[in-house]
């Protein structure tokens, strides 16, 4: 049996992507597919988080509660599927590339508190309440992971704004910031 090799995170200031990256994730057609899913996949969160908190301050609507984390459920491994195979595309491994170290690691604790609720639901080992605390702390671990990936698009579009600037110099040396380069 041959040892899983997980890389460590880089410490250092490298960049989001190398160039040879960028250029395979714009060229990407799960680019787009996990551009898509992750702004669906929020508003199902939302409807359904909606759902839940409704169950539990009046005691109704437990089946549209189930349904909603269910569905939340499946378009968390859609994305999560697709986002396994960009990142493969991109970096060249299904999951823990360096880039992305941490947010995957956080992502299998997304993806294992929302298989819990999915098997108590179907085992019916846990009581009404039960799920219901149990998917708010799924879904709280979604967000949580949610903010990691916004915070990495941020840092790639400033990463990239920041290159695309220094690349802009005038003719006397200094770049349109104002900065000399």
Do not use: C
Request: glycine share 8%; charged share 15%; net charge positive.
């Amino acid at each position: 049996m041959t040892a899983m090799h997980i890389p460590k995170p880089s410490a250092s200031s490298r960049a989001l992507y190398t160039p040879e990256e960028r250029r395979r994730r714009d060229e990407s057609v799960w680019t787009l597919v996990q551009g898509t899913l992750a702004p669906v996949q929020f508003i199902v969160f939302l409807v359904s988080l909606g759902l839940i908190l409704r169950f539990l301050a009046t005691g109704e609507g437990l089946f549209a509660a189930q349904a909603s984390i269910v569905v939340k459920t499946l378009t968390l491994y859609a994305i999560m599927v697709t986002g396994s195979i960009w990142e493969k595309q991109v970096f060249g491994r299904y999951l823990f590339a360096g880039p992305f170290f941490w947010e995957d690691v956080f992502s299998i604790l997304v993806l294992a508190l929302h298989t819990a609720y999915l098997i108590a639901l179907f085992t019916g080992s846990l009581t009404s309440g039960g799920l219901m605390a149990l998917a708010l702390a799924a879904y709280v671990t979604y967000v949580i992971n949610a903010g990691q990936f916004l915070w990495k698009l941020r840092l790639a579009r400033l990463d990239q704004a920041g290159k695309a600037n220094a690349a802009v110099t005038l003719a006397d040396g200094s770049s349109l910031s104002g900065s000399a380069s």
